[in-house]
């Protein structure tokens, strides 16, 4: 504990883990935070090289940024990144539960194997993160997790009765931590994305009619850039955000509406 209060004394930036960040979604957000100045650890399962590219960009905003790399399924990797994150940082201020896992398979083949892998990364890894991450968080009485979720956990899908089932899982963590934690001043939400483009310059917000088969039921008649995700993630984290806790986002240009 005496090695928490140190590094939160001696290091004025908030540090954040942000799982499933070497490309996509995660890695907007990734590069978000560190734009507000945020050091970033970033993971991802198996590409080294990719990891270490975003580490790089989130240096040249001013902070500081490592990669790991571990498939946060694997208990034993998911020891691991908390290992690493605390050595180097000394503490986790931010935790973001990026990286997911979907399988598309009909419940009559879903494997045992399946099962227990899909809610490995989708609940089992939020969960022990959050357990090894809490402690520090509560000496300093602050603390910001958020847990990225899906449509899955709110309507049902032909195929993916597993997936919905971590995701609704995750949903119920979050509500229960965010009542648990909020004496500690210790926020807990969760976004619910809807159909992003990935594949865009993150500057540039889609235009109206691209990928018309996936924009048919988007009242907004495009696909969301992951910037704008990135941005909603970044003023849940901040103090301007604090008195919100124990709510589910949802950001999808109003393909659902809960």
Same mark, same amino acid.
């Given at each position: 504990?005496?090695? $928490?209060?140190?590094a939160?004394k001696n /290091?004025k930036?908030? =540090? *954040?883990?942000? =799982?499933?960040?070497?490309? /996509?979604?995660?890695?907007?957000? %990734?590069?978000?935070l @560190?734009?507000?100045g945020i ?13 270490? &590219?975003?580490?790089?960009?989130? !240096? ?7 990669? $790991?790399?571990?498939d ?13 994150? +605390?050595s #180097? ?9 990026? %990286? ?16 227990k892998?899909?809610? *490995? ?10 357990? %090894?991450?809490?402690?520090g968080?509560?000496? *300093?009485?602050?603390? !910001?997790?958020?847990? $990225? ?9 032909p195929?993916w %009765?597993?997936?919905?089932a971590?995701? =609704?899982?995750?949903?119920? &963590?979050?509500? @229960?931590?965010?009542?648990e &934690?909020?004496?500690?001043?210790? +926020?807990?939400?969760? $976004? ?5 483009d =990935? ?6 917000i889609?235009?109206?009619?691209? #990928? ?7 009242? +907004?008649?495009?696909?969301?850039n ?5 941005k909603l993630?970044s ?5 301007? @955000? ?9 950001i999808?240009?109003g393909?659902?509406?809960s």
């Amino acid at each position: 504990m005496g090695k $928490i209060l140190e590094a939160h004394k001696n /290091n004025k930036h908030k =540090t *954040a883990l942000v =799982t499933g960040s070497g490309r /996509n979604l995660g890695k907007s957000i %990734a590069l978000e935070l @560190a734009s507000k100045g945020i050091n970033v650890i970033v993971n991802s399962q198996t590409n080294n090289d990719q990891a270490n &590219l975003v580490s790089e960009e989130i !240096r040249s905003h001013g902070v500081d940024s490592i990669s $790991i790399i571990g498939d946060v399924g694997n208990p034993k990797d998911v020891e691991r990144i908390i290992e690493k994150s +605390l050595s #180097h940082f000394g503490k986790v201020d931010i935790l973001i539960n990026n %990286a997911g896992l979907r399988e598309h398979c009909e419940v009559s083949e879903i494997t045992d194997s399946q099962w227990k892998n899909v809610l *490995a990364v989708n609940l089992d890894a939020p969960f022990y993160f959050t357990r %090894a991450f809490v402690p520090g968080m509560k000496l *300093a009485n602050w603390g !910001r997790i958020i847990n $990225i979720s899906g449509l899955n956990a709110h309507r049902g899908q032909p195929g993916w %009765a597993h997936v919905s089932a971590s995701k =609704t899982g995750a949903i119920g &963590l979050m509500h @229960a931590l965010s009542v648990e &934690l909020s004496p500690h001043n210790i +926020l807990v939400n969760s $976004i619910v994305p809807g159909a992003f483009d =990935t594949s865009v310059d993150n500057t540039i917000i889609p235009k109206n009619n691209q #990928h018309s088969s996936r924009t048919k039921h988007i009242p +907004l008649d495009r696909l969301g850039n992951p910037n704008e995700l990135a941005k909603l993630c970044s003023f849940l984290v901040s103090d301007d @955000a604090s008195y919100i806790t124990g709510q589910t986002f949802h950001i999808n240009g109003g393909e659902y509406r809960s």
